[in-house]
């Protein structure tokens, strides 16, 4: 069997079972995924990193809670780190070594075929079609079949062509197969993507330490992850949190030194509301980029709160010496933590003052349609359908999927003058993979608005839009000065729930693609829509959404 890189702190199980909470090493190096960047010789032309993912389940260990049997990348918990930048070509092939899956005929909204798997580079502006980022690719396993016949294992070739101007910042890479998705990235299946570029220039950050904290949610039973075969069969199972593989690391920072860290929240399930603390005091996380997208200026905060699938830039500076915590609000134990320690830095490290903003500003004097902004609602329909999954988890809003047996989205007849319930209905606005249900020209800039209705504080709607980035604008009801851009927008529930306006431009890819809901069991049971990025059409015409006359196109 493959196995994780040893690294860090050790955490022996008590005699009970219980885990005693992570011991801290400050004299062990912090663990770092190792890394992956393209050779580059002298007047070449676009730099080609060439990686193979091994995709199988292994036996891997998780200093600080044990031996996980899961899916992983190259047998680790993350995968590789892969570093490139703008104009470079990610060349991925992918090995599925994972047994066949069974025989399955139900519902698309039901989990199913967890062996099988794609690859989406969350975050970046690429292409969604062909072998590139495209989500609606399946890399099967081999059939029982071929197992017994001694077939080879199948391989899927993934090839990303990066823009020149492709904002550097950090990304990630997961498997987006619909029905799968949770469980996997629930078992670690998740890796880091850096592009580099002018940020990294600064000299200010150039002589920071750059540190990849990926945080992944392991959900785990007995060393294992359940599979999912009810509603709550992963939301029921414990979270542990590891960063870099290990749960509760330790990082040694000196007074006065700078550390860049890119935390990527590489979850599925949990918001994290991350504070750097210790007893009495709390440290400064100075921000200067979200989601991949550079800030004009840092900004200071002792808060960054990060969605399931979104990432963070900060620079922080060791100040008075002493045990700091990485804490996330509602988890009990640190995620990791850092001894302040050593000689000072003097003169203290510099921040910047300025940075080279990532992506320009949109105007909404640009907008296509003012009066008529496309909408989006979280919405839960609970305890509707025979379980093991009785909710109904529905994207609705301007372009919600129809009601099963209708055409247009509106008709709610039963064709015996009653109404259909829509509440038990299987198909309204849950996933369908042969509808378009928004059709989004190139070229053009639009407003939405976001909103869940979920009336708990507790529950979250995370909104991701594949292949652009979106730019926030205002958040329940008050305008960010400035406004961010983000390519994953927390919803929390609420009396209201949260609401979000955002802009956004559909630039240089045609293409089907989703959007969804980063709550991933969510996803997994239907909280997802399908959108076409096509080529604009003549003045004044608009595309309704609609059916696509055949399921979307994939490639082997």
Not at 543 to 552: D, E, I, K, Q, V
Request: with cysteine; net charge negative.
């Amino acid at each position: 069997m493959l196995k994780a890189l040893p690294a860090a702190a050790v955490l022996m199980a008590a005699s009970d079972g219980i885990l005693a909470r992570p011991a801290f090493a400050a004299a062990a190096p912090f663990p770092q995924p190792v890394v992956r960047s393209p050779r580059r010789g002298p007047g070449a032309g676009r730099a080609v990193l060439d990686q193979t993912l091994d995709v199988r389940f292994t036996e891997t260990s998780v200093p600080g809670y044990g031996t996980v049997t899961t899916r992983t990348y190259n047998g680790t918990i993350p995968g590789p780190t892969l570093r490139v930048r703008g104009g470079d070509t990610l060349r991925l092939t992918q090995v599925n070594g994972l047994p066949p899956n069974p025989p399955y005929s139900g519902s698309h909204n039901r989990p199913h075929r967890a062996n099988s798997f794609n690859l989406h580079t969350h975050g970046m502006h690429v292409s969604p079609s062909g072998r590139a980022d495209n989500v609606l690719r399946e890399f099967a396993p081999r059939t029982a079949e071929e197992v017994e016949a001694g077939a080879d294992e199948p391989e899927y070739l993934t090839v990303i062509e990066i823009p020149a101007d492709h904002p550097a910042g950090t990304y990630w890479y997961h498997p987006h197969a619909h029905g799968a998705t949770a469980e996997q990235i629930g078992g670690g299946m998740a890796g880091v993507i850096v592009v580099e570029g002018d940020v990294d220039e600064v000299p200010e950050i150039a002589a920071a330490a750059d540190l990849v904290v990926c945080v992944n949610e392991l959900r785990l039973r007995d060393g294992a992850v359940p599979e999912f075969t009810a509603d709550n069969s992963l939301t029921g199972a414990p979270s542990t949190f590891t960063v870099n593989g290990e749960v509760n690391p330790g990082l040694v920072l000196r007074p006065g030194e700078v550390q860049r860290w890119r935390l990527v929240a590489a979850t599925g399930f949990t918001t994290l509301e991350l504070r750097l603390v210790d007893e009495d005091v709390e440290m400064t996380m100075h921000q200067i980029a979200r989601d991949g997208v550079t800030f004009a200026v840092p900004v200071a905060a002792g808060t960054v709160q990060l969605a399931p699938g979104s990432r963070a830039d900060v620079l922080v500076r060791g100040g008075e010496a002493g045990t700091y915590e990485l804490r996330a609000q509602g988890v009990f134990d640190p995620l990791m933590t850092v001894e302040v320690a050593g000689e000072a830095v003097d003169p203290p490290m510099e921040l910047p003052t300025a940075l080279p903003q990532g992506k320009p500003f949109l105007d909404e004097d640009d907008i296509v349609n003012p009066d008529g902004d496309r909408t989006v609602v979280f919405h839960v329909d609970p305890g509707v359908f025979d379980r093991p999954y009785p909710n109904a988890y529905r994207i609705l809003g301007s372009h919600p999927t129809p009601a099963a047996g209708t055409t247009d989205g509106g008709t709610t007849d039963d064709g015996d003058g009653g109404g259909v319930d829509l509440t038990r209905d299987p198909a309204y606005g849950m996933f369908d993979p042969e509808y378009v249900n928004h059709t989004l020209e190139l070229g053009a800039v639009e407003r939405w608005t976001l909103r869940t209705d979920d009336t708990q504080p507790v529950f979250h709607h995370p909104f991701h839009l594949h292949t652009n980035h979106v730019l926030v604008t205002h958040r329940n009801g008050e305008r960010l000065d400035p406004p961010v851009w983000q390519d994953t927008v927390d919803l929390a529930g609420g009396r209201p729930g949260d609401t979000v306006t955002f802009l956004v431009r559909y630039e240089d890819f045609t293409g089907r693609t989703v959007l969804h809901c980063h709550q991933l069991q969510h996803e997994d049971l239907g909280m997802m829509q399908l959108v076409e990025y096509v080529e604009p059409r003549r003045p004044g015409r608009r595309a309704a959404p609609g059916r696509t006359g055949g399921t979307a196109p994939g490639g082997g």
